[in-house]
């Protein structure tokens, strides 16, 4: 039942250049990523996905320290980009992890291709009623390989070529609500500065972030943000 995992990256992004290069305590937010979906007991390869330029170069010396293999091409045509590993992959399903989902829930991701590996589905993936139908930030997108590579025969969207997933929720698609917990805090991915620097504030907490189960980093920003508020109401009251 064991599935190989694509990990999308690539160093140019618009809002935090370079994110996937930055560094937690001694290891990149890329290979904190790829520690994690590591501990997976269904995830067979791990592939890292990224773009043909010039300073994705580092992306494939990170992938080969960490005994994987990079596929390399089209910057905005993501699905191009896959199929040059999905041409020839011969599993019901992959799994597709974009690499700004840092703190991957393993045993949710587990959950995920336990139940329905041996379903008939194009595509199946957490979602939350805050933002239907938009991947969650926790686990990968399950996707059936052989209608993945049915789709390069269509007119795709721009939004299709690029974030993959819009293309599949016109299918054959199931959509499983996030635990409630994860609901809370379903923001947690690497995207702006904003977000480099509350992650920073685990540094103090944990040690070693590639160990520690996501629910119990989503209890740690809980309990950060309402203390915060509390913190907050304490001063207006004593104004």
Not at 102 to 125: A, P, T
Not at 194 to 217: A, S
Request: a positive charge; glycine letters at 2%; hydrophobic letters at 35%.
């Amino acid at each position: 039942m064991k599935i190989d995992a694509i990990i999308q990256v690539r160093s140019n992004s618009s809002r935090l250049k370079n994110k996937c290069y930055k560094f937690f305590h001694h290891k990149t937010y890329l290979e904190i990523l790829i520690s994690r979906v590591k501990k997976s007991k269904y995830i067979d390869n791990i592939i890292i996905a990224t773009t043909n330029k010039k300073e994705d170069d580092r992306v494939e010396i990170i992938s080969k320290r960490n005994g994987l293999k990079c596929i390399r091409g089209s910057e905005n045509n993501v699905f191009k980009r896959f199929n040059l590993y999905i041409s020839s992959y011969r599993k019901k399903y992959f799994l597709r992890i974009t690499g700004d989902r840092i703190f991957f829930d393993w045993k949710l991701n587990d959950f995920l291709i336990k139940k329905f590996y041996n379903k008939n589905f194009d595509y199946v993936n957490f979602t939350n009623s805050i933002y239907p139908g938009q991947p969650n930030d926790f686990t990968g997108e399950l996707i059936n390989s052989q209608k993945f590579r049915k789709a390069l025969n269509f007119k795709l969207s721009k939004e299709m070529k690029e974030h993959i997933y819009p293309y599949f929720l016109n299918k054959k698609s199931r959509l499983l609500e996030l635990p409630k917990t994860h609901i809370l805090f379903n923001s947690l991915t690497l995207d702006t500065k904003e977000d480099l620097n509350l992650f920073r504030e685990l540094k103090f907490k944990f040690k070693k972030i590639t160990n520690i189960e996501t629910k119990k980093i989503i209890q740690f920003f809980i309990e950060k943000f309402f203390l915060q508020q509390k913190h907050s109401k304490m001063k207006l009251h004593n104004k």
